[in-house]
C-alpha cells in the first residue's frame, strides 16, 4: 500500500480517482460529498466513485494501492 499527505482543505477541492482510497482526517474537520468528517475518523472511497468534493478545514492523508 502506498500512503501520502493530501494537504489541507480550507475551502473547497473536487477530484476524481479510478482506484479505491482510505482518507484519514489528520486535524480539522470536512464534508466529502455530503458526509462530515473530523479529527481521527476515516472514510473509505470506492473504485469508480465519481467526482468527491471536499468542503470545509482539514487536513488529509491517503492510502491506497497506488501514488496519491
Known amino acids: 500500500p502506498r500512503s501520502r499527505g493530501l494537504g489541507d482543505v480550507y475551502k473547497r477541492q473536487t477530484f476524481e480517482r ?3 482510497m482510505f ?7 470536512a464534508e466529502i460529498n455530503g458526509t462530515v468528517i473530523k479529527k481521527g475518523e476515516t472514510i473509505f472511497i470506492p473504485c469508480n466513485y465519481g ?3 471536499i ?4 487536513e488529509f492523508g491517503g492510502m491506497t494501492y497506488r501514488n496519491l
Open 51 to 53: 467526482t468527491l468534493t
Open 18 to 20: 479510478k482506484e479505491f
Open 23 to 29: 482518507l484519514f482526517c489528520i486535524d480539522g474537520e
Open 55 to 58: 468542503k470545509g478545514k482539514a
